[in-house]
Every structure is written in structure tokens, then in C-alpha cells.
């Protein structure tokens, strides 16, 4: 049967449209605000620097064509977590909760709010490479045994966080800011009183500290590494 040429143009242009439909279903859906087969990074990146909310995650898609792509709802996922990151909004990771993954987003924001404050430590050493300190780790039962100021502060900020009853964080130098705030933002979580969090002055620091203890109160029942550690943070 012979195909008349009407016929054929637009089997060619129906075939062109299939073939080149990756190509240029993103770019236009992108001009109404849809994200085809974008990678969630990207769409956070996009948002933060257009000053768009949060929600814009929730309207990615992956096409059934893009078997390499993760699916839709982890590259939505990826873009809440990437957008509470770089805008330290902790209350964007609630979109992911009830989830572990939505506790790892709050700790992607504490690591931003409180880069170059404080110290890291071990059973056997203490890293304050923000200050260029570093120590082995004598314990926490007497914060004189440390020489410089800095390693006496991380010994009172660990007291306050994990012994009952004890609270230095007015022990911590003032100097560099921030520390207190740090210790105070542990002391509240260790008493799960997010009416504590007011003595933080940082807004988005405070916002933190009452939505991590208000997530913990929600959802640690549900959370494996809860039951390990009651005090993770």
C-alpha cells in the first residue's frame, strides 16, 4: 500500500517528536515550573538562588525512558535535603520525616549553622582544627586538666550534653560566639525542653534546636539508631 506524502511528513514529524522528546520535554516543562529528569541537587540549587520555596521539590519527575535516573520521589527527596543545606532551613527537613534520612538532613544543617565552632572528639582525641588544637582526650571528669581554653570549653560543653544534672555552658569562653549557643543547643536536647532552645539569639540556630527535639518527641520510637543512642545530637 502506498503512503501518500501527507501521510509519511507526518509520520517523520511524529517520529521526530518520540526521538527528540528527552531533549525538549525539560526545557519546556521547566518554563511552568515542572522539572523533568532533573537531578533533585539541581532543582535546590535553582530554588535558593530564585528565591523559590521548598515546595519546588515536590514537582520533579523522572520519565519511565530514564532507567539511569533515581525515581521521583528520592531525586524530591534529594532536592528537600540539598535545599535545607544550603538555606540552613531546618524546618524544609520535615518534609522528610518520619524518616532517618529527614534526621541526616538536620544534621546537614547543624554541620553549616555551626561550621568552624567547637571541637570534634574521640574516645581517645580531641579535634579542634578550627583552631588548630588538637589533643588526646583525658576525660571530661575534671576541665582544669586542659591547658588551653578551647579544649576546657569542649570539656564543659560534653559535660552539659551528657551528664544529668550538670549544666557549665555559662563556663564556656564568649569568645569565639557561638559556643555557648552550641552547649545550650545540647543542654536542650539533652532535656528534651525545647523551651531551653530560647537561649539561643542565632534564629535559625534556635529553629533548629526546637525542631530537632520536636522531631525526637515525634518520631524516635520509629528510628533504629534511637535505640541505641538517646542522646545523638
Not at 170 to 177: A, K, N, T, V
Request: net charge neutral; charged share 25%.
Amino acid at each position: 500500500m502506498k503512503i501518500s506524502s501527507r501521510t509519511a511528513t507526518i509520520i517523520f514529524f511524529s517520529l521526530a517528536i518520540l526521538v527528540f522528546l528527552p531533549l525538549w520535554l525539560p526545557l519546556v516543562s521547566r518554563a511552568f515550573g515542572i522539572y523533568i529528569d532533573e537531578p533533585g541537587w539541581y532543582v535546590a540549587k535553582i530554588a535558593v538562588e530564585r528565591g523559590k520555596p521548598v515546595s519546588v521539590c515536590r514537582r520533579i519527575f523522572t520519565t519511565p525512558w530514564n532507567i539511569l535516573s533515581p525515581p521521583t520521589d528520592d531525586q524530591g527527596d534529594s532536592c528537600v535535603y540539598d535545599f535545607a543545606r544550603l538555606t540552613q532551613d531546618p524546618t524544609a527537613c520535615e518534609l522528610l520525616m518520619p524518616s532517618e534520612y529527614g534526621w541526616s538532613c538536620l544534621g546537614a544543617v547543624k554541620s553549616e549553622l555551626w561550621k568552624g565552632l567547637g571541637c570534634g572528639s574521640t574516645k581517645e582525641n580531641i579535634n579542634c582544627g578550627a583552631y588548630d588544637v588538637f589533643s588526646k582526650n583525658l576525660g571530661i571528669s575534671d576541665c582544669t586538666i586542659y591547658g588551653k581554653r578551647v579544649l576546657r570549653d569542649w570539656c564543659h560543653e560534653e559535660r552539659t550534653a551528657t551528664l544529668k544534672d550538670v549544666y557549665e555552658c555559662d563556663e564556656i569562653s564568649p569568645d569565639p560566639p557561638g559556643l555557648r549557643e552550641a552547649c545550650q543547643r545540647r543542654y536542650a536536647f539533652k532535656l528534651k525542653n525545647p523551651a531551653l532552645c530560647a537561649e539561643i539569639s542565632n534564629v535559625k540556630r534556635r529553629t533548629l534546636c526546637e525542631t530537632e527535639i520536636d522531631a525526637w518527641q515525634k518520631y524516635s520510637n520509629g528510628w533504629s539508631f534511637s535505640k541505641q543512642n538517646n542522646d545523638a545530637p
